[in-house]
């Protein structure tokens, strides 16, 4: 194990009861890098964050952060960790200041230091006006990047954040990105769950597919989209009849086997180069007069990814 | 620039330093809130004055003190005082339980701090929150003619021992907010609570109570309380009931206290440790 990992878990387990969350989950961040841990709810990302960051103990398997045996001496992990879950975990009563400072005294920063600090993360996270506001009174964006500046008091050396943008409008998304980019440039290493592909497609260096508790597939996000054939084209037709004729010419077009789903009368294929293709189809369909309802060239979703790579859809596991 | 952390304690000096530091940080959280919503200030003022007024003058015109001696208002006064005390559960349920379910108990576990000053911290602002109370009511009491007679070295101790049973009660408050999983399901919790902390003594002498009603009333342990400082006060109903229990309220005015700790402080101690299994 190399230094140059601030992350690594190797073979973790965790059960609760009955239920395996984590079954030999393995994972190498490298230091001052972005991983992206990307899976269906109930996959066990939460688990391994939770694990990683010292909430909750584990079963089998080794984990260190910041080079520290997370199981051994967890107070020294506290100590190199930033930590925000799904929630925004602020004292909604308190002013945004006051929540900074009362969390930088927890860090054990003097009274003067907590608050010199608490000022210097309002003006970095853009809250400086809103300081003196109770949290309650904050947008949902606000809070996050409150929860955000709380986890960041000491500039950890890794920061965890799970679904920082879940439930968020894409305005706050787009703030909770800026911010984890400006992490980044200040050197912290940032392992971070979704479960949008898009979220992990913009922020990731790396990006770690999860199922059933462990790592099924990882690279960076143009491997791993390369691997599950990058865009696809979406035709939709006026008439079922005319499904197998546009199959064939997509497949002529594209160089790849398309998909037929009469449901939607819907033909569907992988794309390589997605403007060429989209002119050549729309050419294709011309020259043989075909009128379609609807042409369209799209990124593969998540439930793609998954059905690729698992064989079934990220939806079937929503039950867990 | 970004500052440094401080190095953890080695030595259990250093370490009970730390507990202390960081669970006064915790409770000035809670004393911070109480700027932030004079609503609940004036509310916790209001709380006491309406409940003399309610028990001490609607129900309290048809009351006759046992023994007959003294007003209805001397008799109540004391059971009064135990009831807030026993009361303070719902506050600490509440606060507990938001905190888990807000995630805030969990920031706090992945930070550097001494782990203890959460709980250490919840202890201090709860029992600071209830002596304001405390001085607030026996303040109304002395307003509406309450007195204690026994001198004030005897009136203190009384006060000592209601704070007791606010500890105690405190760490079943801890307890259960950890324990329920969510806000709605402490309110069906509460909805049980209550009418064990009206089943005492405060109100009526047991003595008229239907039999098995009348000794769960004996037994329970905020009754011992309200007999002993009824006797600390110098209040009438203190002798009331010849029972063992009655006769022996000051020692079970410690006792039940100390022991619902003794129960429940481990089980807390136990279900916070187990947020991490």
Redesign the interface.
């Known amino acids: 194990m190399g230094g140059d990992f601030a992350v690594v878990a190797e073979g973790l387990r965790k059960s609760f009861g009955t239920t395996l969350a984590l079954d030999g989950f393995d994972l190498a961040v490298p230091s001052g890098s972005v991983c992206g841990l990307l899976g269906p709810n109930g996959a066990g990302k939460t688990t391994a964050v939770r694990i990683l960051?010292?909430?909750?103990?584990f079963d089998g398997g080794r984990a260190e952060v910041g080079g520290i045996d997370v199981q051994r001496d967890p107070?020294?992990v506290?100590?190199r960790?930033g930590?925000t879950?799904?929630?925004?975990?602020?004292?909604?009563?308190?002013?945004g200041r006051?929540n900074l400072v009362?969390?930088g005294?927890?860090?054990?920063?003097d009274a003067k230091?907590a608050r010199r600090?608490a000022d210097e993360l309002l003006e970095q996270f853009g809250l400086t006006d809103a300081a003196n506001k109770?949290a309650k009174s904050y947008s949902g964006g606000m809070k996050r990047r409150l929860d955000l500046a709380?986890s960041f008091?000491?500039?950890p050396q890794v920061m965890f954040l799970d679904e920082p943008t879940t439930g968020q409008d894409p305005r706050n998304r787009n703030e909770v990105w800026n911010v984890v980019r400006e992490l980044v440039a200040e050197g912290t290493t940032v392992l971070l769950t979704t479960h949008y592909l898009e979220e992990a497609d913009q922020l990731a260096d790396q990006i770690s597919v999860i199922d059933h508790g462990r790592v099924i597939a990882d690279g960076t996000p143009e491997q791993l989209k390369s691997k599950i054939g990058g865009s696809r084209v979406d035709i939709v037709l006026n008439s079922v009849d005319e499904l197998p004729i546009v199959a064939g010419l997509v497949e002529r077009v594209c160089g790849n086997e398309a998909e037929v789903d009469p449901d939607r009368r819907r033909v569907s294929a992988p794309v390589k180069d997605r403007v060429a293709t989209l002119t050549e189809v729309l050419r294709a369909l011309e020259d043989a007069g075909i009128l379609a309802e609807d042409v369209a060239v799209r990124k593969p979703t998540l439930d793609e990814v998954f059905l690729e790579l698992t064989g079934h859809r990220a939806e079937e596991e929503v039950a867990a | 620039m970004t500052p440094e952390g401080a190095l953890h304690p080695q030595t259990p000096a250093a370490r009970l330093k730390w507990t202390l530091k960081d669970g006064w940080t915790v409770a000035h959280r809670d004393l911070s809130h109480w700027v932030h919503q004079p609503g609940q200030i004036v509310a916790g003022l209001i709380f006491p004055i309406v409940f003399i007024l309610l028990f001490g003058y609607v129900f309290g015109s048809g009351m006759i003190p046992p023994e007959g001696g003294g007003d209805y208002i001397d008799f109540l006064m004391a059971g009064l005082f135990a009831q807030t005390m026993a009361f303070g559960i719902g506050e600490t349920m509440v606060a507990v339980n938001t905190d888990a379910e807000k995630g805030i108990t969990d920031r706090f576990r992945s930070l550097p701090m001494a782990q203890s000053a959460v709980v250490v911290g919840r202890n201090t602002a709860d029992m600071l929150n209830s002596m304001a109370g405390l001085i607030v009511m026996i303040a109304c009491a002395l307003v509406v003619g309450w007195r204690w007679n026994e001198g004030i070295g005897n009136a203190l101790l009384a006060v000592g021992l209601l704070l007791l049973l606010r500890f105690a009660f405190l760490w079943i408050g801890i307890y259960i907010g950890l324990v329920v999983k969510s806000p709605e399901a402490l309110g069906a919790v509460w909805g049980l609570l209550f009418p064990v902390t009206m089943l005492t003594n405060a109100f009526v002498d047991p003595r008229f109570m239907p039999d098995w009603l009348g000794a769960i009333a004996q037994w329970n342990p905020i009754s011992s309380t309200v007999t002993a400082t009824r006797d600390l006060f110098g209040n009438p109903g203190a002798a009331a009931g010849q029972t063992w229990i009655a006769e022996n309220a000051m020692m079970m005015a410690i006792v039940w206290p100390l022991l619902i700790v003794v129960v429940t402080l481990p089980l807390a101690v136990r279900r916070y440790q187990s947020l991490s299994r």
């Open positions: 960051s010292t909430l909750l103990r107070a020294q506290r100590s960790i930590l879950g799904q929630n925004p975990a602020v004292d909604e009563i308190l002013t006051q009362m969390f005294k927890l860090n054990h920063l230091s600090r109770q709380a008091i000491l500039a």
